[in-house]
């Protein structure tokens, strides 16, 4: 994906938003698998939920300290260019 940052997500989103509008098949197969797990396996529901969403935050969380890291990286090659004598 792009630069390492949060947006690198909103795009992730609006791709899989796009592909369910344009595939409603698919969306409704997905929403009843969904809809089967909630009411039948309900502890697997949960647990394949909350993984997914510890999944999400660690992403979150590497992508803001890679975009934090580059950043500086940038600032400081910025700093070192032009300080150098002409």
Known sequence: MGTGTAMDILELIDAVTAFLHTNPIAAAI???FLLFLMI???????GLLLLVLLLLGVF?????IAGEGSSKKSRMFKQ???QEPR
Request: glycine share 6%; proline share 0%.
């Open 60 to 64: 979150l969380m590497i992508q803001l």
């Open 80 to 82: 070192d260019n032009s």
């Open 40 to 46: 039948r396996k309900t502890k697997l529901f949960f």
């Open 30 to 32: 997905i929403g009843l």
